[in-house]
């Protein structure tokens, strides 16, 4: 067994999700590998959650040699016994792929008996496939008369660059050793206009998240488990880019879904089981139960970004232009304070924009030689935030950087904030007051102290994401992530921190957390007890938004 980290990040900062590993079997025990086999059959060991990226995978897992001996001895004759079931699947995925592709060269990875490219031949499609069953292969070629069948894994099948129209990869992703690199082949043999198809397990679906370890997608032949927010990051990081996401139906005989159900005293698996009953035998079951996701995905035009990312894990890190913008309102009496932390040989420039002070922040500005932009009348907190990003991406930057002029947060620690967007690992970074105490040891009052912790764990469940806090007002973005993100249709208000927070995890921006500290004193800008129940009730507002949303129950147009 062999201790990993994480394939998506590099972390190798994890929690322990299950824990499954049998202790009267052996690591050395052979292991045998169904394409059917129950996941109560069998011990999938150890599954951990990267605290950073939040990816699922097993970890220590077994090694890449025995891993494949399993598979090239595989036999599953329950797998032939659904042929009319699984012909139908293939069918449902052709007709969503004819959509984007409707003929040319199309390869299946794990394409096991060659039901799917069987069907696809119908439908003239110049077919291919990758196996690594020997038995699966004679199948192929000996029943269904499929030539084009090669031996092994994709790397070892050593295809021809820029090839095929279309790839299919179902079921197959989470098997892989390493998905990454299988998805950086995939992307060289596939056309620049070619679609990539891909289904997986849903580890954050619904049934997952009731049945746990018990959900028949934890199986021991599982080495990742993908959820829609982490594959699309993988399909990123492998230069390519999701262009329709929808969730995955199966079909299968009565008699093997009641099979498979009856493990299982759960209510949702009852109510399926009493349909399932009044249906005659054989009869062909299509289920959608939301626990698959399928993508389809094409390239991006350049790798030119994986490149970046491969040198700046060597150390070369870029210099990017970094622009810090103070959001103003009464900030007289402590933006000299502010001003003077502030590390000059790091930032580029610095921008200020009042939202019509009542005290002489404008002159003071002014007087120190700020580039200062004034709002006539007093606008908000949001909409203040909105001008400091236009301006700071109409100057040019790469980096912005967010900090209030009010002295409460410590601007020498940007350096930290701004490196993880300059190594390529993050697009916005979060100045945290709840990692190492922060908020406590610098007086943040304990009534808001645990509402704030209480709204960060609504927000995290909500947003399927883990970080400490989404109230902070110091904050670095990248221009990447101003760019796609449209923050112009958040509030001006300051829920505004949190829509812009929920729209880049809408958009699977990558945000990472620094640990800061905090001062509070009369001169410290907070908000009050009032303004703070409406703050919390804007953030709840947000989060419905968010979910009705992501489940295209609504459109909203600032997740657009």
């Known amino acids: 067994m062999k201790e990993t980290k994480c394939l998506l990040c590099g972390s190798n900062l994890y929690e322990v999700v299950y824990n499954l590993a049998h202790p009267d079997k052996t690591v050395d025990e052979p292991y045998a590998y169904k394409i059917t086999q129950s996941s109560l059959e069998s011990s999938p060991g150890r599954i951990v959650r990267c605290r950073k990226c939040g990816f699922v995978y097993v970890n220590p897992r077994e090694e890449a040699e025995k891993i494949a001996a399993a598979y090239k001895q595989m036999q599953d004759d329950l797998y032939v016994a659904e042929e009319s079931g699984r012909r139908k699947a293939a069918k449902i995925i052709l007709k969503k792929l004819s959509r984007f592709r409707t003929t040319g060269k199309i390869l ?17 499609w110049d077919v291919y496939g990758v196996e690594m069953s020997k038995w699966a292969i004679d199948y192929c070629k000996g029943k ?28 197959v992703i989470e098997h892989l050793y390493d998905p990454r690199q299988t998805l950086n082949e995939v992307r060289r043999i596939l056309k620049p206009d070619g679609v990539l198809c891909i289904s997986t397990p849903d580890i954050d679906s619904f049934l997952s998240r009731i049945l746990k370890a018990r959900w028949w997608g934890i199986q021991r032949a599982h080495l990742f ?36 159900l009856s493990d299982y005293d759960n209510p949702a698996c009852r109510i399926i089981m009493s349909f399932l009953n009044i249906l ?70 610095i921008i200020l924009v009042d939202d019509a002070s009542r005290d002489n922040t404008v002159e003071t500005a002014k007087k120190i030689g700020l580039k200062v932009f004034v709002h006539p009348k007093n606008k908000g907190y949001g909409a203040n935030q909105k001008t400091c990003y236009q301006k700071a991406l109409e100057l040019g930057a790469e980096i912005v950087v967010m900090v209030h002029p009010d002295y409460q947060y ?86 505004f921190d949190t829509e812009i927070i929920a729209q880049g995890l809408a958009h699977y921006l990558k945000i990472e957390e620094v640990p800061i500290r905090t001062r509070y004193f009369d001169e410290a800008s907070s908000i009050k007890l009032i303004p703070s129940v409406l703050y919390g009730l804007g953030i709840l507002k947000t989060i419905f938004k968010y979910i009705l949303h992501k489940k295209e129950l609504m459109h909203f147009r600032q997740f657009e």
């Open 144 to 171: 269904l008369n499929l030539e084009n069948i090669y031996e092994g894994t994709l790397e070892e099948a050593k295809l021809p660059y820029n090839f095929f129209d279309a790839i299919v990869m179902s079921d």
């Open 108 to 124: 299946e990875i794990g394409c096991s008996t060659g039901f799917f490219l069987d069907e696809a031949r119908r439908l003239k």
């Open 280 to 349: 005659p035998k054989g009869h062909l079951v299509k289920l959608n139960l939301y626990d698959q996701i399928e993508v389809y995905a094409k390239k991006k035009r350049s790798l030119r970004y994986i490149d970046d990312d491969e040198r700046r894990e060597f150390g070369e890190r870029k210099k990017m232009k970094t622009i810090v913008v103070l959001p103003a309102y009464n900030a007289a009496r402590t933006l000299e304070l502010t001003l003077k932390d502030i590390p000059k040989d790091i930032v580029d420039d």
């Open 410 to 495: 410590d601007p020498t620690i940007i350096p930290q904030l701004i490196r993880p967007i300059e190594d390529g690992r993050a697009d916005a970074v979060f100045g945290s007051r709840m990692m190492k105490g922060g908020a406590l040891e610098g007086g943040m009052p304990l009534w808001k102290h645990n509402a704030n912790i209480l709204l960060t764990a609504l927000e995290n469940v909500a947003f399927g994401t883990y970080l400490t806090e989404y109230h902070s007002g110091f904050r670095a973005y990248s221009a990447k992530y101003l760019n796609t993100v449209n923050f112009l249709a958040d509030s001006d208000g300051f829920v």
């Open 225 to 260: 488990y993908f959820s829609r927010k982490t594959l699309e990051e993988m399909l990123i990081a492998s230069g390519f880019k999701a262009i329709k996401f929808r969730s995955h139906a199966r079909v299968f005989s009565v008699d093997y879904w009641k099979k498979r």
